[in-house]
Nanobody
Framework: QVQLVESGGGLVQAGGSLQLSCAAS????????MAWFRQAPGKEREFVAA???????IYQDSVKGRFTISRENAKNTVYLQMNSLKPEDTGVYYC????????????????????WGRGTQVTVSS
């Protein structure tokens, strides 16, 4: 089992920044891929970014150049630095962990991830 706890969400004005954190505990060695997803009200949960503990990152097109996913292996923590935030970035952000071959399709697929956090709310006001 892997436990994931997100933090860092909040209310920010458009153009502002937030950094989300995801602390992983338990059998983290069983999950080589970490990702962030988000879910806006009335919409499906969508992929935002992913990274492997050994390196490599993948981003959804709408966040490229604005968001950065990174990891601190010693702390089993993954971060999502979000800059130039837009109102359409509003939603609940979820951290996910899984074991999957490293391809764009696999990283974007919710079923690739066996473990999920409870989410943290991000609200961007216009």
């Amino acid at each position: 089992q892997v436990q994931l706890v997100e933090s860092g969400g909040g209310l920010v004005q458009a153009g502002g920044s937030l950094q989300l954190s995801c602390a992983a505990s338990g059998r983290t060695s069983s999950s080589d891929t970490m990702a962030w997803f988000r879910q806006a009200p009335g919409k499906e949960r969508e992929f935002v970014a992913a990274t492997k503990w050994t390196g490599g990152t993948i981003y959804q097109d709408s966040v490229k150049g604005r968001f950065t996913i990174s990891r601190e292996n010693a702390k089993n923590t993954v971060y999502l630095q979000m800059n130039s935030l837009k109102p359409e970035d509003t939603g609940v952000y979820y951290c996910a962990a899984g074991q999957t071959p490293w391809t764009l399709a696999n990283a974007m697929r919710r079923s690739s991830y066996a473990y999920w956090g409870r989410g943290t709310q991000v609200t961007v006001s216009s």
